[in-house]
């Protein structure tokens, strides 16, 4: 009796252990691949896979998944896994099995492949005028696709003209465009050219060069008793026959304007001297402008172991103008400055800066 006992015991006890080797896997999670993907046009694929895994990190074979996008304005996925990007942004892949769901992130950023003219090229403007129409361009990916929110960059490379903006920012439509201010240049045509990456176009302007344009806005300023020495310059008309002169108001006294377009001399009296220039040729074409010409006081003149003290602006507001003196000869400067409240820890700043 006792041995029949421990047979049946054992018996029990193999059947234990065959009933848990044979119990069904426990799903834990989904793994997707790849887990990170970068689609760098409009219309480009990947192929997506996944995997259920048990708690011992097994695959566990013939789970059916269901797939689907967090954001499908961004891509779309097939039911075999496969995504194609529909718009720059970023999502992720989601694949689900036995109520547990993985995913894997989707960037769709495309790439600028080419970029083309659109409008503004070869228009025709005078000297130091805007353009009537913008310039345009087209930025598309490898698969012919508007690019979206990229910058592309308009610089001014013959004319010396401007761009505005000089960075654009494609739309929806793959374009971007800018405003084209012409220079003041003997430069046909003027160019200027719009850059993305490694792609770029150019555009041309002719200008009318039979016209005269002064291409000073301002002169610079002077002092009494300091020579004075500028060029106003002019571009189209005959260069050769160029004449300037005074039309109206004066310059200070001791600076003539020469034929050339010199100014030139030692100004003698401080103030404002506003007068307008002309430049003609001798094919009758002739510009002119108003000038402001500023005179300040005369250079500082210190002898050696003399102190002088002034506005922070100087006298006039101009400055203070120190001359160099002679070899070895040197300025000691300070700041003088007055708080209400001798207690007080608050120190003013000042800035200094000389040319």
Not at 7 to 22: E, R, T
Not at 103 to 116: C, G, I, K, Q
Not at 239 to 251: C, D, E, F, K, P
Request: proline share 7%; aromatic share 6%.
């Amino acid at each position: 009796m006792i041995r029949r006992v421990l047979g049946l015991g054992l018996v029990f006890s193999l059947l234990l252990a065959c009933g848990d080797s044979s119990s069904p896997p426990v799903p834990t999670r989904v793994r997707v691949s790849p887990g990170s993907s970068t689609l760098d046009a409009i219309g480009e694929t990947v192929q997506f896979t996944a995997t259920l895994l048990d708690d011992k990190d097994r695959e566990i074979e013939g789970a059916v998944f269901t797939w689907s996008m967090a954001n499908p304005q961004v891509a779309s996925i097939t039911p075999s896994g496969m995504a194609t990007g529909l718009k720059a942004g970023a999502t992720s892949a989601r694949a689900a099995a036995e109520g547990i769901t993985g995913s894997a992130t989707l960037n769709v950023d495309p790439v600028p492949d080419a970029m083309e003219k659109i409008a503004g090229d070869q228009q025709f403007g005078a000297l130091r005028q805007v353009l009537p129409d913008q310039l345009t361009v087209e930025v598309r990916d490898s698969n012919g696709n508007p690019v979206e929110n990229k910058f592309v960059n308009f610089s001014v490379v013959a004319g010396g003209g401007t761009a505005s903006p000089f960075q654009a920012q494609t739309g929806p439509d793959g374009r971007a465009s800018t405003t084209w201010h012409l220079g003041c240049s003997n430069d046909n045509p003027q160019l200027l050219e719009a850059r993305i990456g490694s792609l770029s176009v150019s555009f041309a302007a002719n200008v009318d060069l039979a016209a005269l344009a002064i291409c000073q806005e301002s002169v610079p300023g002077g002092r009494e008793t300091h020579p004075y020495s500028a060029q106003l310059v002019a571009a189209g008309g005959d260069q050769g026959t160029l004449n300037w002169s005074i039309i109206n108001g004066a310059l200070p006294p001791g600076v003539t304007l020469q034929p050339t377009g010199s100014l030139d001399g030692t100004p003698t009296l401080r103030g404002d001297y506003l007068f307008e220039a002309q430049v003609q040729d001798g094919l009758g074409a002739s510009a002119s402008a108003l000038f402001d010409l500023r005179v300040c006081d005369a250079p500082v003149v210190l002898n050696p172991g003399q102190t002088q003290s002034f506005l922070p602006s100087g006298p006039d507001g101009c400055g203070l103008f120190l001359p160099s003196g002679n070899n070895g000869d040197r300025y000691r400067f300070g700041v003088v400055y007055t708080r209400p409240d001798p207690d007080s820890m608050d120190v003013q700043t000042v800035r200094v800066e000389m040319r």
